[in-house]
């Protein structure tokens, strides 16, 4: 439980404030038990700042990504034009997402159905506060600890963001192990285009594990990602080689929530 | 008798360019098979991504040593293109070196270093023969490369081998005239071999080099457009009419977007006439076969030279599936090809019972894609075969309801509670208190 309260957007405009910023948390960061943690220190790092900010709750739905990817432009579009009515109706205009899949999405998706917001994925939102000094990080318990960083394909490939997550992780004072493939030549984690939601096709091995194996030939202690979907992923191919006792699969935000002990 | 020469050079010129021509205004015909895309915004920087791109060869450099021979070949084959401008020149008029006068002494040097592009053409080229025949680099060896687009990708180094061949032997032949004015560079090496041969029989043999040497040329451009050595020409309308948007963008269906908007309009009327222009047949969501998709997707098509960054990027493919982002290529070229041809034979086309998604691409491959944009990144020329599978998956699940069954499962959940997982939406805020 949050030792915080986590306003919703509907409170907050029932008390006539606006946030600065909406915190879209998507599906994963609402449902999925190991992607809630995500969302939870994304939540108190954005307390710690004390910058004002919302969550939609209740009032949240798909972006509509995954049936997008699976073929269903219908469904998406549904999805699409039921979130723009929502976050237009409170005259929403920045968001930011832990999710870069949801960060695609709205960005770059919505706003020829009518949705126009500053879309930030949290590595670069992060980034800009560190910049503006409305968040300091300390190098604290992560000083010297070798990670790698894998590279979300829609936050990287798909948005040609490399260096937002990379310069957060250099302010933790970590050392920073990159892959063979990284940036432009990441490996995907295999859960992309809706690939999360089904078995993979018959093959000689599961992406995952490829994925997880090549993090861990870097030698890292912790495989740092920046998407709910991509830390599943990875959590699951480094228990395929039961390697979960060394190495960790930790977010950025996570990695900075714990750096400064919040 | 004197002109003969000339004359039948003229009329060899001319076929060669006419049957190019053609080929050519077929195969433009066949990419205007597509369906209309937009693609005529920012020129300036189309032109820009165009010069980086194709001329300037820049994502060809993100494998140095394919990269480094390739602009060997790409540089050499440019500027000896000045050298077959010579020899077009002297064919028609009938001159002998028409450009050494106006060069006057800078002739011999520039030629020389024609002949220095053509030795490090013919050690790139060997290389790349060796990678594809000897070492057997893995990309150049999967299924989809058996047949003929083994045999074409060799075929283009043979004839390379022959210009090359060709052209420093006729400077060689030269160096040994009688009256010789030229020596140069490279062929003064090779010159000796012939230094035994009469003076009639040096003229006779290096008239013959003279004429490989251009028919091989008239050869080689009308091989290209059965080639996927096509490339050199596409490679530029290519990376002008490529995608510029972000890669995470998929396009919205425009014709869903006004389905989606009369369904959420509270006053549409649901038993209203439809509306008088509404004669017209639906249009297919998605695409089923290759004239579905856009022009675009088929100049891409048109433009792959197969060789397999892009698969070999694939992780679908690095994990052993059958989805290859160049047999996608491949595929629809080969499909748009036989519609062109079909339309050709029989004034309009008239249905073989075969489409692009099942007869050329297996639900199997459609599937295992990840969406992850490596091909796209991967492609030295700008081609997208995610926007092609996303059409044809729009077309599986929309038109077919063909999608695996966990994504059918997962498409329900979204549909009735908001969320790819059977949670409740109302428990969506649930983690702020857990």
Partial sequence: MTTFQVPTLAQMTAEGKTPEVLFWV????????????ITKAMAKILHHTGISYAVLGTEEGCTGDPAKRAGNEFLFQMQAMMNIQVLNGYEVKHIVTTCPHCFNTLKNEYPELGGNYHVEHHSQFL???????RLKIEGGSFKGKKITFHDPCYLGRANDEYEAPRALLEKLDVSLKEMRRCKQNGLCCGAGGAQMFKEAEKGTAEINHVRADEAMETGAEIVVAGCPFCNTMLTDGVKNRE?????????????IALAEDL | MTYLPNILFIATLATAVAVFAKKVGRIRENIGL????????????????????????????????????????????????IEVLEIIVDGIFGTHRAFAPFLGKAYGPIISAFEVLAVLTVIAVLIFWWRRNVSKLDRFHKPEM????????????YIELVLMFAFLNMNALEANFADAHHSFLISQYIAPLWSGASEWGLHFVERLFWWLHI???????????????????????????????????????????KEVALMMDPTADPFAAPA????????????????????????????????????SECPANLTGKKLSPRKIMMDTRDRIEEIGTNIAANGSFVDDGKSLLGDYITNEELWACTSCNACVQACPVDIDPLNIIMKLRNFATMEESSAPGALNAMMTNVENNGAPWPFNQMDRGNWINE
């Fill in chain 2, 276 to 311: 008088p222009d509404a004669g017209a047949p639906v249009e297919r969501f998605g695409a089923k076969d290759a004239n579905d998709l856009s022009w675009a997707n088929l100049l891409n098509a048109y433009t792959c030279t197969e060789c397999g960054r892009c698969t």
């Fill in chain 1, 26 to 37: 998507g599906c994963a960061g609402s449902f999925d038990d190991r992607a809630k943690k």
């Fill in chain 2, 34 to 81: 597509g369906k209309d895309t937009d693609r005529s915004d920012r020129s300036s920087d189309r032109l820009q991504n165009m010069l980086r791109v194709a001329f300037g060869q820049s994502k060809m450099q993100a494998r140095p040593v394919a990269g480094a021979l390739h602009f060997i070949v790409y540089v050499s084959f440019l500027i000896i293109n």
């Fill in chain 1, 127 to 133: 980034n800009r506060l560190l910049k503006e000094g």
């Fill in chain 2, 215 to 257: 028919l091989g040329i008239f050869a080689f451009l009308n091989y290209l457009p059965y080639s996927k050595h096509f490339h050199i020409i596409l490679a530029f309308p290519n990376t002008y009419y490529a995608n510029l948007e972000a890669k995470g963008r998929f396009e919205n269906n425009a014709a869903v977007t």
């Fill in chain 1, 243 to 255: 390697k979960e006792d060394q190495v960790q699969v930790l977010d950025l935000a996570e990695m």
């Fill in chain 2, 146 to 157: 058996k047949g003929w687009a083994f045999t074409d990708a060799n075929n283009i180094l």
